[in-house]
């Protein structure tokens, strides 16, 4: 019987856990005599999202809400209340997501968004290093996250990576770290992809 106890509980923690991750979040912006609604979606996932704005002193269009279409890793306007001169707006807002897409779904104008991938990744610029710009032009054209450090620069993080790669004053490559596993032999950006999902 304790036995079931624990299982029902590590399920229980387990569903709370995958309950609370959710990829989009809603942010507001001032604009003059507005405020407008947009939700960021920092998943690779594309969504349809509907919002319903609640609350006193604004005015808002009475039509009725629409489902919008999020793509992945993006920012999204969703709607925008018109503020009442001199009073602060009191609000709550409804977001229904839906990862079934409708063909229905309003496709808006979007930005584009850097998101966080599975493992973090860093690109270290060597001395002697000739040939980087490649990786770093399909880090920029992607939609993660990165970071990159010239060692010539960074003298602590040079001797840092001294202890892992004591011949790093040689490589004419960059050294590229995925979630703490280092590639110091040429990388191309699709085998980086192909790391990052493992």
């Known amino acids: 019987m304790p036995k079931i106890k624990i299982l029902i ?3 229980c923690i387990t569903f709370q856990i995958n309950a609370q991750e959710t990829p989009l979040r809603v942010v507001t912006k001032d604009i003059p005599n507005r405020l407008a609604f947009y939700v960021i979606n920092e998943n690779k996932q594309d969504f349809d999202v509907q919002i319903t704005i609640s609350g ?3 005015r ?4 009725r809400p629409r489902w919008i279409r999020i793509p992945g890793a993006s920012k999204v306007h969703l709607k925008s209340i018109f503020l009442i001169r001199g009073k602060k707006p009191n609000y709550t807002y409804d977001l229904k997501v839906n990862d079934s897409l409708s ?5 808006k104008e979007f930005e584009r968004i850097k998101i966080k991938p599975k493992k973090s990744i860093t690109v270290y610029i060597t001395e002697k290093c000739i040939n980087y710009d490649s990786i770093i032009q399909a880090l920029e054209k992607s939609n993660y996250k990165y970071t990159v450090y010239i060692l010539s620069e960074k003298p602590k993080i040079k001797n840092q990576l ?3 790669l004591f011949e790093i004053d040689s490589i004419k490559t960059p050294i590229i770290n995925l979630g703490g596993k280092l590639f110091t032999n040429p990388i191309t950006y699709d085998e980086l992809l192909e790391e990052l999902n493992k």
Not at 103 to 107: C, D, S
């Open 103 to 107: 063909k229905r779904a309003l496709k």
């Open 162 to 164: 001294k202890n892992y």
């Open 56 to 58: 006193t002193n604004f």
């Open 60 to 63: 808002q269009s009475q039509s």
């Open 9 to 11: 509980i590590l399920l």
